[in-house]
């Protein structure tokens, strides 16, 4: 079945400092593969997606890219802030109509 | 245009205790999920509905629970005879026809059973 593995957490970081969180999968055929951010109290958000291989995702200064061969999609930021600090979920869905498979979800902690 | 609500946001029970949660998608938007979150879980899916039908029910952990969903819209989720296990964070999404890769979520409902 579909499975998406990331990295435990949680990760504690200064600020400015380089971001990765490490995210693999195991799929049947191509999913779209997703980052999605939990900020403290606050609902799930989409942060970027990537829909085919060698895609690659962006958005608030992340960037993900959506490796077929090594079956990945790792999060990453160049220069974190404190307002970074949230749970970091990696996802796939394999079509319309698809569920969402998450990862177990990684917290970032980010120090000022 | 509004986001995807849900109520209640947060409910207490006792065990043994019926319990319906509902969730309002974004206007238009034709397909609905619920999923759990849990502290031992994670994100779980729990049913997908396309309209009014059910496609994948898959993720229901027992026939405790249900889901139906009227009009194309608004969707109830109901636990019978509610277990400790039950308690989670339950989530809403949705997705609209032209965008199906991306699902918003609602806040979510926290159920407490005691």
């Known amino acids: 079945g579909n499975s998406v593995t990331q990295m435990e957490g949680p990760v504690t970081l200064s600020e400015e400092a380089f971001l990765t969180i490490n995210c693999t999968y195991t799929?049947?055929?191509?999913?779209?593969l997703f980052w999605y951010v939990q900020y403290p109290g606050e609902g799930l958000q989409l942060l970027l997606k990537a829909t085919k291989a060698d895609d690659k995702g962006s958005n608030k200064g992340f960037e993900a890219t959506y490796r077929k061969e090594t079956t990945s999609f790792h999060l990453e930021k160049g220069s974190v802030q404190v307002s970074d600090s949230a749970v970091y979920f990696c996802a796939l869905k394999r079509g319309s109509g698809d569920k969402l498979t998450f990862g177990t979800g990684t917290r970032l902690a980010v120090r000022p | 245009g509004a986001g995807v609500s849900q109520s209640p946001s947060n409910k207490v029970t006792e065990k043994g205790k019926d319990v319906e949660l509902r969730c309002d998608p974004i206007s238009g938007h034709t397909a609905l999920y619920w999923y759990r979150q849990s502290l031992g879980q994670g994100l779980e899916f729990l049913i997908y509905f396309q309209g009014n039908s059910a496609p994948d029910k898959s993720g229901l952990p027992s026939d405790r629970f249900s889901a139906e969903r009227t009009g194309g819209s608004v969707s109830t989720l109901t636990i019978q005879r509610t277990q400790q296990e039950d308690s989670a964070v339950y989530l809403c999404a949705s997705s609209s026809a032209r965008t199906t890769d991306t699902q918003y979520f609602g806040p979510g409902t926290r159920l407490t059973v005691l």
């Open positions: 799929a049947t055929g191509y999913p779209s």
